[in-house]
């Protein structure tokens, strides 16, 4: 049965069954010495979030154009800072469907979203069209990383 086996196969096979037998020791290494890498690697894996927000300012309420202009300014702010709470905390869906006589009659959903934003800051604010502005806000990963590592500090 084995007569057909060469020499270099049986080296080999033998190697490979000696290395499972083979002892691995690991290195215990203090946490102190960890720290400044893993918090590194962490703040590379971070991405920078960008969030867009728009408002209208006719449907801004208002007594005169000025106003109006400012709080449509404020409301695509507001809508970019849910779109960043959207990001960084998720959104709950909850949902609602009606079935009768075996066909949907009323199917309704609707979204949360709750968090606390820190640190965002505006890149730009622009109207875009005659009727509307446009807000970008990031928050970058060094803000998250220090975040991150706040709230993960016993109080």
Known sequence: MFKACSPIIIS????????ACSDYRI?????????????????????????????VVSSQPGK??????????????MAAMRELAEQIHGLKVNGNTTVVDLMVNNDTFRGVVSGVIRGARTVRINPTGEDTY??????????????????????
Do not use: H, W
């Not at 005169?64 to 702010?77: D, E």
């Open 134 to 155: 446009e807000i970008v806000l990031e928050i970058d990963r060094s803000t998250i990383s220090q975040l991150m590592q706040s709230a993960s500090r016993p109080s």
């Open 12 to 19: 080999a096979l033998l190697g490979v069954s000696l290395a």
């Open 27 to 55: 290195a215990m290494v203090p946490a102190e010495e960890l720290a400044p890498i893993m918090s590194e690697a962490n703040v590379e894996k971070i991405p920078t979030i960008t969030a867009i927000g728009y408002a």
């Open 64 to 77: 005169s154009v000025a106003q109006r202009r400012l709080m449509a300014i404020r409301a695509a702010r």
